[in-house]
Nanobody
Framework: EVQLVESGGGLVQPGGSLRLFCAAS????????MGWFRQAPGKEREFAAA????????YYADSVRGRFTISRDNAKNTLYLQMNSLNNEDRAVYYC??????????????????WGQGTQVIVSS
């Protein structure tokens, strides 16, 4: 059974940093591209970042580029999202997801077939 478990969310002040973790199990993690999405209160889930299976290429939404860094450790079956310079607009539930093997795109919800339960990030002073 595929499992994705996020952690690392919490309350942070504007300008602060958080590092999110996604522990993967039940599949060969190193064979799959992975992504982070987020869903703010009252809004649709949106793409944040993605990384190729070999960590060779990363992709970011314009809203997070330059502030967030996605990475992975295939030996530890773990996906990361380092978030810096957080602001109120980054408040959301953050989800990690496994990309479908047969999809060329990676910015759409439909590109992913398994999701974690999410971890909440609150940015507030």
């Amino acid at each position: 059974e595929v499992q994705l478990v996020e952690s690392g969310g919490g309350l942070v002040q504007p300008g602060g940093s958080l590092r999110l973790f996604c522990a993967a199990s039940g599949f060969t993690f190193g064979n799959y591209d992975m992504g982070w999405f987020r869903q703010a209160p009252g809004k649709e889930r949106e793409f944040a970042a993605a990384i190729r299976w070999n960590a060779g290429t990363t992709y970011y939404a314009d809203s997070v580029r330059g502030r967030f860094t996605i990475s992975r450790d295939n030996a530890k079956n773990t996906l990361y999202l380092q978030m810096n310079s957080l602001n109120n607009e980054d408040r959301a539930v953050y989800y990690c997801a496994r990309k479908r093997a047969n999809r060329a795109t990676l910015r759409y919800i439909s590109d992913y077939d398994n999701w974690g339960q999410g971890t909440q990030v609150i940015v507030s002073s």
